[in-house]
């Protein structure tokens, strides 16, 4: 395929841009495919259930749905790469006005879980490898297991209850920053420290038993140099690896916990324009998404082949 | 090279001594504790290189790194005497046998791809090494080139920007060699340093450890399963079976009169001595190594030897001294006559 | 086709025979030619030992006899019969010509089946026998090789690294085939157990005229085993005699350094010669003679002009060189 002959001689920032398009206008596809699945009348849903069949045609003429499918696609992708995303008729503004707003909160909120998750996690987890068998090991153990078998929305509404309500610590919800990000980040990260720490235990315990820890103690390089340089770099490669496939877990929590703090992120406006069976935003919201899922992605392998020159 | 053929006067202090070294197993749920290694000892003179010989089972590699006291839980060693350059380390803490790896005494690994990490430049990994000493970045590169120079490696400024995984197997046990040299430590343990290496690759790493050694006065420790680099690197030379030492001498005297069934039966064994047209069987020594896990009483040895006395099965043998040289056998203590 | 029943008394039978074998990996410019013309053949009851170290490619010629790789070029034949590109299920027939003994037994026996079944499964496979038979045939040959009763039923991870690989053996002449590719079946093993799994390849050599080619790296196990000796150096032959001639005269530099680095203790006429440099990188060869890098008889001839094997007769080995001794 011309594609691969390509890619072999083009440079690997170009293949991966090159990439993340085929994975972009898939997508795109998709979700053009999938409205047409869906058992609603994209035309009905804008006018309204009181709507007389003369309204219907007026507006299914303005929406030009009576166009064949090919030319719609066309025009459709023709708009997504100049982000017209469309007007939204439940809140009555373009899409990407919309998005523009909520996707910075949404965007806020992953990284901060993204970094919680790591920090906390990898840390729990470099400790319980280093005091491998020890007590810490233990409990960090069952903490896991406990904490990835809760329910995040229930987790959010205790933190809300006990640190919002009964010790007034953080606001009980909105978009306050920074105080109003802490617990819904907390929320959103904490099952990713489970599987974090649980991921950096093994690699460091790995890394620790190797013949590389034992050569540097060999040569008498301290313990804490060989732990906080080396087996952090050692046992990185696999944790990024997994973060960027739990991605798109991260986000459907987003979801979720938006909704319980009231975090005026894109989740909500997801979950609501699904409500609403409003069409363009909703697709909006999910070709923004992809791109946001892609991005992270691409700047995660990065992390990855910088930390990692093996894999280069 | 310089082959002292007799265990002449000491008139120098030994670098390295090891007095009653012994390394076991202890098992998590109780259980009895397994000895790998026992009653291991080793006086090494400065600039004076040894060998230790043996197979797998045999202790040899587990001995090395207690000597550096580098074994973990669940194995763990204790010894009546450790010096190093006469320093006593016996009852040492943690922290001062840190202090004294790499700066006193330096180990190089059998496997070069793993003795580097793999996530770090070369030069990155020798600075770290060089600055454990207050050193300034900008001297410690340029002490880094020199000892890649010394070691042998072309184009130094090049590699040190470069990736291990980048590397030969050749270059990169060099450079372990480099990092183990980094601080001028006055013994090195090889632990089979060429064993992973192509044939024209040993010889050349065995000779830069020679060539190194007689420089810079280092004495050498090698631990090796294979007899035939003795004569050409070690002065003298140690035999391992079963977790303990059953002789111990000068190269030219272990290999031309082995005293130990053992040694005789390893070096009868050995294949490569024959350029004769016909092909012939290899004698071989019957049973297989030791397992250290179900030792029985005795000479470790005796289930294989062919000379085995009865007491060889009931009481292990003490090592005496003959002719300056140490053999652990009741065979030879008992035909000479002499004991301690 | 003579499927391996035991070849009697006829040496002088071309159990293996490559000709002008090439193989490459990669596209260009990435291209590695693993395998530049090589010519080689294995006769009955006798054993070649290919030598050479990593990147000289022994390995994938044996892989080429074994035809478990098909050559770009040249020709591959057992027992007069080209076998080069055959397929499907004419290649699984001549599977009973020859078999291979790998260099790790604990990797190339499945660990999940027992020791008798990994000697029956080649049985199965080729559906000789009934079920009671391939049992017997199994333990026949377990016994053989050394292995006591009471392992038949045991699992790789319960033997020894000596055990594993005589097992590999009595897998491998289950089917009782003419020829047996070993690439470097010893290597892996304690020096004291070495010497018992080469004293049995022998004696089942012995017993069954089989041809051996032997592949290693270590010549101190070449100088038992082998009759012939074939030294490779980055995919070509520079040296190709009998034992005494490779050995005791031998005429290539290479050869030569090989034998003065050996850990035989092999001393050779002249000193102890240590090469410089690394083993080279097939990617790159250098022009000519590929080993002139490294070569201290090097001069301007061997830049221009590959050299080719010449002179192999019974006074001396044939050898690829400018200017061998």
Known sequence: MIALTVRQSAAPIVRRIGAMLLTLWFVLTLTFVLTFAIPTDPARAVAGPKATQEQLETIRLSLRLDEPMAVQYVRYLASAAVLDLGYSHSQRRPVSDILLERLPYTALLAVSAIMFQLIVGGALGLWAAVRSGGLFDKVVFVGALVVVALPQFWVGLVLLFVFGFKLGWFPLGGASLPEGLVLPALTLGLAGVAWTSRIVRATASEALASNIVLGLRGRGIAPRRIVLKHVVRLAAGPILSVLALDLGLLLGGAVLVEAVFGWPGMGNTAFQALQQKDLPLIMGSVIVGSIFVLVINALLDTARVYLDPRTR | MTKPDTLGVQSVAPILVVEGLRTFLTPDRGGVTIPLVERFDLSVDPGERWAIVGESGSGKSIAARSIMCLVDPPLSSTADRIEIGGLDLTDASRAAWRNVRGQRIAMILQDPLTALSPVFTVGNQLVETIRRRPVSVHDARDRSLDLLRQVGIPDPALRLNAYPHELSGGMRQRIAIALALACEPQVLIADEPTTALDVTVQAQILELLVTLSEKTGTAVVMITHDIGILPEFAHKVAVMYGGRLVETGTVSQVLNTPLHPYTQALLRARPGRSSSAERRRLPVIGGAPPDLFRMQRGCPFAPRCEAALSTCSEIKPERAMIDGRRVACHLVTSSMGTAG | ?325
């Open chain 3, 1 to 325: 086709m003579p499927s391996g029943d035991v070849v009697n008394g006829n040496s002088g039978l071309k159990l293996l025979e490559l000709q002008g074998v090439r193989v490459g990996f990669g596209v260009p410019p990435r291209r590695v030619q693993a395998v530049r013309a090589v010519d080689l053949d294995v006769e009955a009851g006798e054993t070649l030992a290919l030598v050479g170290e990593s990147g000289s490619g022994k390995s994938t010629l044996a892989r080429i006899a074994m035809r478990l790789l098909v050559p770009d070029d040249g020709t591959v034949t057992y027992a007069g019969t080209d076998v080069t590109r055959i397929a499907g299920r004419p290649l699984r027939d001549i599977r009973r010509h020859a078999q291979m003994v790998f260099q790790d037994p604990l990797s190339s026996l499945d660990a999940r089946m027992t020791v008798r079944q990994a000697v029956e499964e080649p049985l199965i496979i080729h559906r000789i026998g009934h079920r009671t038979e391939r049992r017997l045939m199994a333990e026949d040959l377990l016994r053989k090789v050394g292995i006591s009763a009471e392992y038949d039923t045991k699992y790789p991870a319960a033997l020894s690294g000596g055990q594993l690989q005589r097992v590999a053996i009595a897998r491998a002449l289950v089917l009782s085939p003419a020829l047996l590719v070993c690439d470097e079946p010893v290597s892996a093993l304690d020096l004291s157990v070495q010497a018992q799994v080469l004293n049995l390849l022998m004696d089942m050599q012995e017993e069954r005229q089989l041809g051996l080619l032997f592949i290693t790296h270590d010549l101190s196990v070449v100088s038992e085993i082998a009759d012939q000796i074939a030294v490779m150096y980055l995919g070509r032959i520079v040296e190709i005699g009998t034992r005494r001639q490779v050995l005791g005269h031998p005429r290539h530099p290479y050869t030569v350094a090989l034998l003065s680095s050996a850990s035989g203790g092999w001393k050779t006429s002249t000193d102890r010669v240590v090469l410089d440099g690394d083993p080279p990188s097939a990617i790159n060869p250098p022009s000519g003679c590929s080993f002139r890098e490294r070569c201290w008889k090097a001069t301007e001839i061997c830049s221009r002009i590959e050299p080719i094997v010449t002179g192999g007769n019974a006074d001396h080995s044939g050898v690829a060189c400018h200017h061998p001794f």
